[in-house]
């Protein structure tokens, strides 16, 4: 419980001190300075903060249904859906706005539902069912679709190809607080599913079998988690693009900091996954102000030392 306190304040105090920092310093009574502050800076740590705990959670439960370490949000092709419909919206200049939101995060959303869809539709198919032929009939459609994206891109113009390079490295760039309005309901909704089920998360960690012996309804209990997950998901992917590495580091952290239960990791996560894109997301935007470097390569640059220090620590 005191780790549990400890990391719950040092997760207000980055969301507190991020809008602050920058290249310029934000002084509050200056008039300029004061928008800059309520109209970019919090709403863009408010969003990012939603969008790593969305991230997070799904790390989060896919590792426990797949029971695998290296499984990611990204494991059911939301990451490659999202970025087809995305380079596809880039390719035809769909530049129209909906809702608030431009015509890119629209498509992108719809291709990432697109891609979870045809994943359940192939994971049905044949005689091995379950888990491992949903994780498999991912990795099928995460390479497929990855390709037509590879194949779009080679065909783009300069701009165009290089607009699509900038989604795919993930951006967090907000104005007003539209988009973390959208994806509040998402990312609350998912907590709240995963806290109610957090029993049935360490049940089905263990086994199937062992599961059912418990009571727990696997089916339909499965596919609330994997429907919701991949629905949050889908929405952050298309508004943020796919930034990698947060849902498969910061369950690990978690579970080094509060153990495996998922009664104390799931809190743990949504503070730790949020303000750990919002630290990351910082840091890019400010280590060469005023150019922005994408929040996905630090993110990944981040990730990729923490493995191999838990690679050695291992040995």
Known sequence: MKTMILLILFSLLILCAAPFVGGVMIDPTNITDSDILYSLRIPRVLTT????????????????????????????????????????????????SFLGLTMVSWVAFVGALFAVGLVFLLSKVGKQRGPSSMLLSGVAVNFSLASLVMLIHYSSSMSGSFNILRWMMGRTEVVGYSTATLLLPFAGLLAVILIVLSRE??????????????????????????????????????????????????PHICRLLVGSGHRMLIPATIFFGGSFLVACDTIARTVVAPTEIPVGVVTSLVGSVFFLWLLIKRD
């Open 49 to 96: 903060f939603l969008v790593g705990v969305i991230l997070a959670l799904g790390g989060v439960v896919f590792q426990a249904l797949f029971r695998n370490p290296l499984a990611t949000p990204f494991t059911l092709g939301v990451s490659s859906g999202a970025a087809l419909g995305a380079t596809v919206a880039l390719r035809l200049g769909l530049t129209i």
């Open 201 to 250: 998360l360490d049940l089905m960690t263990v086994g199937d079998d062992f599961a059912i012996t418990r009571g727990v309804a696997l089916k339909p209990v499965r596919n609330l988690m994997l429907v919701s997950v991949s629905l949050a998901t889908g929405i952050a992917v298309s508004l943020s693009g796919p930034i990698g590495f947060v849902g498969l580091m910061a």
